[in-house]
């Protein structure tokens, strides 16, 4: 297939031992792992056994920065504006917790279409005040940029809300958020979990006030590793109440009095870094940096397209949006029976994931190739077919 042969992106995938054995098509929701997390990791051993307390000086104590400006490079930020945090639940409390619901501003924008996980929190945050309003669209899926401007308004403290949508992959765009906010003297925050490294953007360029994601989907870093941006401006005054010795500028003075913070990504961390997550997540940012995000935005963009071409043929009903400008990594095919379906592929070695309300999301990165795809749609269409004649054998379909 011209696609196939033609692409020099195929080139990496030995890097990633898991495209040796499974149609790995999940990347939305697990990247693959790089074949250097293994010689990752054993440098986090080798240097615990051998340097012990000393890595703290050596490297570890500041690891968290060097993590993040790998991060930072890949979604348009300035060094030393990136902090760590263990998930994005946690890194957006952390923004959160520099806030303050005063007078009348004290409205939380968000939308039902935001991972659920962020509207518990900010639902939890009315304790101290705040009013959360979520913004829907009916029965629609997507909730668009439109929505939340008409939501904005002078009450409101901050708008926090999804660049890609985690359901359909529909792509939000910000800038009309971001300005009305700005307009009305609200803050942003934007959830870039599912466009870091498969959407090119730059956070810097939109003048986001702070953005979170994580490095476990498209930036084949794995578990651990969320991400907190705040803009540089902000990272001279804000004062986040989830705080710990971290964000000290002298943490090794012990002193409790002693109150001056970072002025960089560190002053929004708090307790002692887990180091080990640090390490698995280097090759996966470092090759997401080599590749760039604009080639495999190139691609990425063929492969969905030529999805849906196949989605069509079969016939099957899909709620991605048609605009190749709004869909991001993933296609999502909504046939019934999706989650037995789903699972039937996962036991045929065809790695994809079921979401409620959307079917089965197929998640090509720029490792898979073109006849991959059709291997997916074919190995589907085996799965229908066999179901309607009761022939399913695995016993993990219900
Ligand atoms: C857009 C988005 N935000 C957040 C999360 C998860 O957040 P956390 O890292 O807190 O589990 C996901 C997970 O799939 C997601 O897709």
Redesign the pocket.
């Known amino acids: 297939m011209l696609e196939a042969s033609s692409d020099s992106l195929e080139s990496w995938r030995d890097e990633f031992p898991i495209l040796h054995r499974s149609t790995y098509m999940i990347s939305?929701?697990l990247g693959a792992m790089p074949r250097g997390v293994a010689l990752s990791l054993a440098e986090y051993a080798e240097t615990w056994a051998t340097r012990g307390v000393r890595a703290w000086e050596e490297r570890w104590w500041e690891m968290a920065g060097e993590v993040g400006n790998r991060v930072a490079a890949i979604i348009g930020a300035s060094a030393g504006s990136v902090s760590m945090h263990?998930?994005?639940?946690?890194?957006?409390m952390v923004a959160l917790s520099c806030l303050k619901p005063e007078g009348r501003r004290r409205k939380i924008v968000c939308s039902a279409a935001?991972?659920p996980?962020?509207i518990r929190l900010y639902r939890a945050q009315e304790a101290l005040g705040v009013e959360v309003h979520v913004v829907s669209a009916g029965d629609a899926l997507n909730v668009t940029e439109e929505h939340l401007v008409d939501a904005i308004d002078e009450d409101t403290l901050i708008v926090a809300f999804?660049h890609?949508?985690?359901r359909t992959s529909f792509i939000v765009d910000p800038r009309p958020v971001i300005e009305r906010a700005r307009r009305v003297g609200a803050l942003t925050m934007l959830?870039?979990?599912?466009s870091a490294g498969i959407v090119p953007f730059g956070v810097s360029e939109l003048d986001i006030d702070f953005a979170?994601?994580?490095c476990?989907?498209w930036l084949c870093g794995g578990p651990g590793n969320?991400f907190l941006y705040t803009r540089p401006e902000l990272l001279r005054t804000v004062r986040p109440r989830f705080t710990g010795w971290l964000a000290l500028s002298r943490p090794f003075a012990f002193d409790i009095d002693d109150d001056m913070l970072r002025e960089d990504g560190m002053r929004m961390m708090n307790g002692t870094p887990p180091i080990p997550t640090y390490y698995a997540a280097i090759p996966g940012l470092d090759i997401i940096g080599q590749v760039g995000v604009g080639p495999i935005r190139e691609k990425s963009r063929r492969m969905t397209a030529r999805l849906l071409d196949l989605v069509d043929r079969r016939g099957w009903q899909t709620p991605t949006a048609r605009d190749p400008e709004r869909v991001a990594g993933t296609v999502a095919i909504d046939i019934p029976d999706a989650l037995p379906a789903s699972r039937e592929l996962q036991a045929r070695e065809v790695v994809v994931d079921y979401r409620p309300r959307v079917g089965i999301r197929v998640s090509p990165h720029f490792y898979n190739t073109f006849d991959e795809l059709d291997r997916v749609v074919q190995a589907l269409a085996d799965v229908v077919e066999a179901r309607e004649f009761g022939e399913v054998t695995s016993s993990r379909v219900t």
């Open positions: 939305n929701s263990d998930n994005v639940t946690t890194a957006q935001d991972f996980s962020m999804s890609v949508l985690f959830d870039v979990y599912q979170t994601g994580g476990l989907k969320g």
